[in-house]
C-alpha cells in the first residue's frame, strides 16, 4: 500500500500542475485591438464626435469584454504627414479598426470644411452608412456591434476586406491634403518663432517638450529638440507614456538630434542638465529645471509631462501677449 500511495503522487502533481496551467492562462486576458485614425482631434468636427462616439460604444460594451476575459486596448493615432498614412495604409479620415479591419471597409465620403480650413483647400473626410443611413459621425451602435462581433468571433476576413489586398496607394484626396496642409504651415512656419528644447542626450524631457509643444502650440511657434550627444532611440518609457496620454508616438515622428542639425532659433529652453547645459545662441533663454525620470517609475514621468505641458503653455501665452520679445 505505501508503495502504491508514493506512486500515485507524481500523478496527483502532475494534475495540479494542468490545473494550475489552466487558471493562468485563464486569467491572461484575449486583447482586442481599437485603432482610431484621425486627421485632427482639435478642430475637426467629424474626428472629435468620432472620438466621442468611440469612447461611449467602449464604456457601453465593457460589461460584456470584462465578462469575457477580454482586454480592449485603444489606440489613437494622429495620421500629420503623408509617410504616416502610408506605413498606416490610411484610405480616409477617421478610421476605425477593430484588430486591424476597417469597420466600414467602404469609403463613403463627403466635403469636410473643418479640415478644408486647416489645409486651405478643399477635402472630404468619412461619411458612416448605418442601417441604411448616412452619418458623418460613426454612430455608437455601429462600433458597439463591430466590437461585439469581434468579440463573438464573427467578424470574417470577406466582411472587412482590408485594401490590402491591392497595393495600397495614397488616396489622391489625402495626397491633396497634406500637399496643401504643407504649404499653409511653410507660410505660418515663416511667420512664427523657432523655440529649441535642448538637453544633453535629446532622448527624454526635450522630446516630451518638442511633441507638447507641437500638439499644443503649433499655431504660435515652430519647436524643435536637440542635444550635444544623440542616444540610438528616445527613450522608451517616455515614447509609452506619452502615446497613453496623448496619443502620439515619438517613435514615428521624431529621432535623437544634435544642436547642429536644427535651425537657427529664436527661443532656447534647457530642460534642467544638472551639469553643463548645451550653449545655443537665441534671443531669449530660460532653464526649466526639471528633474530627469529615466529609471524611475511612470508616475514620475507622467508627472513631468504634465509640468511640461503646462510650462509649454505658459510659453505660448507669453510669446503671444509679447511678454517675450523675439
Known amino acids: 500500500d505505501h508503495g502504491s500511495r508514493q506512486q500515485k503522487k507524481p500523478e496527483l502533481t502532475q494534475s495540479n500542475a494542468r490545473r494550475k496551467k489552466n487558471t493562468m492562462m485563464n486569467q491572461i486576458k484575449k486583447p482586442v485591438r481599437v485603432d482610431f485614425l484621425y486627421l485632427d482631434n482639435q478642430t475637426c468636427d467629424r474626428c472629435l464626435r468620432a472620438e466621442e462616439n468611440l469612447s461611449q460604444a467602449l464604456k457601453e460594451i465593457k460589461a460584456i469584454y470584462d465578462m469575457k476575459d477580454t482586454d480592449v486596448q485603444l ?3 494622429h495620421i500629420s504627414s503623408k509617410d504616416m498614412a502610408i506605413k498606416e495604409q490610411f484610405l480616409s479620415s477617421p478610421t476605425i479598426r477593430i484588430n ?3 469597420i466600414q471597409p467602404a469609403i463613403l465620403e463627403s466635403d469636410c470644411q473643418c479640415c478644408g480650413d486647416i489645409c486651405g483647400s478643399s477635402v472630404d473626410c468619412r461619411v458612416w452608412l448605418y442601417q441604411g443611413q448616412e452619418y458623418t459621425e460613426p454612430p ?19 466582411l ?3 485594401a ?10 489625402l495626397e491633396e491634403f497634406f500637399s496643401n496642409l504643407d504649404r499653409t504651415n511653410q507660410k505660418e512656419n515663416n ?14 524631457r526635450s522630446q516630451m517638450a518638442e511633441t507638447l509643444a507641437k500638439l499644443n502650440a503649433s499655431d504660435v511657434f515652430e519647436a524643435y529638440s536637440a542635444g550635444t550627444e544623440t542616444k540610438p532611440e528616445i527613450n522608451q518609457d517616455a515614447v509609452r507614456i506619452i502615446n497613453q496620454l496623448y496619443g502620439v508616438d515619438m517613435n514615428l515622428t ?20 544638472n551639469v553643463i547645459c548645451p550653449f545655443l545662441p537665441s534671443k531669449h533663454e530660460e532653464d526649466w529645471g526639471l528633474d530627469d525620470p529615466t529609471g524611475l517609475p511612470d508616475d514620475a514621468f507622467i508627472e513631468t509631462a504634465k509640468m511640461i505641458e503646462d510650462k509649454v503653455n505658459d510659453l505660448a501665452r507669453r510669446i503671444k501677449d509679447g511678454t517675450i520679445e523675439v
Not at 462600433?143 to 467578424?155: C, F, K, P, T, W
Not at 490590402?164 to 484626396?173: D, F, G, M, S, V
Not at 511667420?191 to 527624454?204: D, E, L, T
Open 75 to 77: 489606440n489613437k493615432i
Open 100 to 102: 486591424g479591419r476597417d
Open 140 to 158: 455608437v451602435g455601429l462600433i458597439v456591434d463591430a466590437i461585439s462581433r469581434e468579440l463573438e468571433g464573427q467578424n470574417k476576413p470577406d
Open 160 to 162: 472587412f476586406a482590408m
Open 164 to 173: 490590402t489586398k491591392t497595393a495600397y496607394q495614397l488616396p489622391e484626396n
Open 191 to 204: 511667420m512664427k518663432p523657432k523655440v529649441a528644447f535642448i538637453c544633453v542626450h535629446n532622448s527624454c
Open 254 to 273: 521624431q529621432s535623437s538630434k544634435l544642436i547642429d542639425h536644427i535651425p537657427e532659433v529664436d527661443i532656447v529652453i534647457k530642460m534642467g542638465c
